[in-house]
C-alpha cells in the first residue's frame, strides 16, 4: 500500500509537471512553475527517479526500434517531452506491478502496455513528431490551440465543490 501511494504521489508529480510544461508551450525538462498566490505551491518539476534510468539502461537497449520517415519517430531528448514522460512513467509502473505479479504477469505487460504504448510514441504523428534522432536536434511541438476556459467554469473548482458544470457529465 505504501509503494502505490508513492507512485501514485510520483505520477501526480508528473503530471503536474506536464500540465506546466504544456501551459508553457510545450516540452521542458524541469518546466518553471507558474507564478501562484503564496499560500499555493506551485507544481513539481519532473523528477525523472527510477524512469531515467529504467528508460536509458533497460527499456530502450531491450526493445530496440529503427525510428525515422514512415517507421516512426524517436527524440534522444525524450525527457522533453511531457507527452512521452506521462507514457513512459505510466509504462514503467504497470511493468513493475505486472512483472511483480508473475504468472502471466509479463506477457500481459507486453500486450496491453508496451505495444500500444510504443505505437503512440513512435507514430509518425505522435509526441516527437518534429524531432530526429539526431542528438543536436530537438523541435517541440507547439501545444494544442485552446480559447481560455470561462472564469464561471472554473469557480466550483476552486472553491473546492468539484461539481460539473449542470447538464455535464464528469470524464
Known amino acids: 500500500m505504501t509503494r502505490l501511494t508513492r507512485e501514485l504521489a510520483e505520477l501526480r508529480d ?6 506546466a510544461a504544456a501551459d508553457a ?16 505551491p506551485g507544481p513539481a518539476p519532473v523528477q525523472l527517479g527510477e524512469l531515467g534510468p529504467w528508460v536509458q539502461d533497460w527499456l530502450l ?6 525510428p525515422g520517415g514512415p517507421r516512426g519517430r524517436w527524440c534522444t531528448q525524450w525527457w522533453r517531452h511531457a507527452e512521452a514522460v506521462i507514457r513512459l512513467q505510466a509504462l514503467h509502473c504497470s511493468y513493475r506491478e505486472l512483472f ?8 500481459t505487460w507486453l500486450r ?13 504523428d505522435g509526441p516527437f513528431t518534429t524531432c530526429s534522432t539526431d542528438p543536436q536536434r530537438h523541435d517541440p511541438l507547439d501545444p494544442l490551440p485552446a480559447a481560455p476556459v470561462p472564469a464561471e467554469l472554473l469557480a466550483p473548482a476552486a472553491a473546492g465543490a468539484g461539481a460539473a458544470p449542470s447538464g455535464s457529465k464528469p470524464p
Open 61 to 66: 537497449p531491450t526493445f530496440r526500434r529503427m
Open 100 to 107: 511483480a505479479a508473475g504468472g502471466a504477469g509479463p506477457g
Open 14 to 19: 508528473v503530471v503536474d509537471a506536464a500540465a
Open 112 to 124: 496491453d502496455h508496451l505495444d500500444p504504448a510504443l505505437e503512440h510514441l513512435l507514430a509518425n
Open 25 to 40: 508551450g510545450g516540452h521542458a525538462a524541469a518546466p518553471a512553475p507558474p507564478a501562484t498566490p503564496a499560500n499555493k
